[in-house]
């Protein structure tokens, strides 16, 4: 089972860092993965973290950064100079696949999701 969370409501330039907090089983041998469904949208990919490589979208590299920490089974996304267009839920999400990191459908286990918000 996978816990989101960390969300809120900040303005833009703001930072926030989401957890994703995993229990039932030990996830540090899966590929973990941030994804994010704005408002009308489709869901879409925005970083992954494969043992120590790490994966981001375009629109998020250089201001997002996603880490592990397998003592406490939990994964971070740390989310600087967020920007309106950064208003979303975001999941996290477990793989097992280490060839599709950006591919929704490749993930097993998905979380309930916290939901960003970020005014102008």
């Known amino acids: 089972q996978l816990q989101a969370s960390g969300g809120g409501l900040v303005q833009a330039g703001s930072s926030l860092r989401l957890s994703c907090a995993a229990s039932?089983?030990?996830?540090?041998?899966?590929?973990m993965g941030w994804f994010r469904q704005a408002p009308g949208k489709d869901r879409e990919f925005v970083s992954a973290i494969n043992w120590g490589i790490t994966y981001y979208a375009d629109s998020v590299k250089g201001r997002f950064t996603i880490s592990r920490d397998n003592a406490k089974n939990t994964v971070y996304l740390q989310m600087n100079s967020l920007k309106p267009e950064d208003t979303a839920v975001y999941y996290c999400?477990?793989?097992?696949?280490?060839?599709?990191?950006?591919?929704?459908?490749?993930?097993?286990?998905w979380g309930q999701g916290t939901r960003v918000t970020v005014s102008s």
């Open positions: 999400a477990a793989s097992t696949s280490r060839s599709r990191v950006r591919i929704g459908d490749s993930y097993e286990y």
């Open positions: 039932g089983r030990t996830f540090s041998s899966f590929v």
